[in-house]
């Protein structure tokens, strides 16, 4: 059992910052690719970037500048930087990591998800 847990979302003021943390936990032989995904009311989930396990990152051109990915190895961990926030980055933002469990095969986990919202 692998589990993914979300904390750091909130209200911001437009221009105010946020940091979100993901920690994966459970039945980890290693953790692959992370990354963060958003989905605002009524629109489909995007990606907002990515993260190898090398550390080579990839982002969505509307952050690009703005949110920074990273990760703790040691920890199991992804974080997002967002600064310079706009109204429109308002979403649920979501964890997301291909793990390889103890099982020796890699699978696609998701967190539950954190409420983001941009707003004066």
């Known amino acids: 059992q692998v589990q993914l847990v979300e904390s750091g979302g909130g209200l911001v003021q437009p221009g105010g910052s946020l940091r979100l943390s993901c920690a994966a936990s459970?039945?980890?032989?290693?953790?692959?690719?992370m990354g963060w995904y958003r989905q605002a009311p009524g629109k489909q989930r995007e990606l907002v970037a990515t993260?190898?396990?090398?550390?080579?990152?990839n982002y969505a051109d509307s952050v690009k500048g703005r949110f920074t990915i990273s990760r703790d190895n040691a920890k199991n961990t992804v974080y997002l930087q967002m600064v310079s926030l706009k109204p429109e980055d308002t979403a649920v933002y979501y964890c997301?990591?291909?793990?390889?469990?103890?099982?020796?095969?890699?699978?696609?986990?998701w967190g539950q998800g954190t409420q983001v919202t941009v707003s004066s």
């Open positions: 997301n990591a291909n793990i390889r469990t103890w099982s020796l095969r890699s699978y696609d986990y």
């Open positions: 993260i190898s396990s090398g550390g080579s990152s």
């Open positions: 459970g039945s980890i032989l290693s953790v692959n690719a």
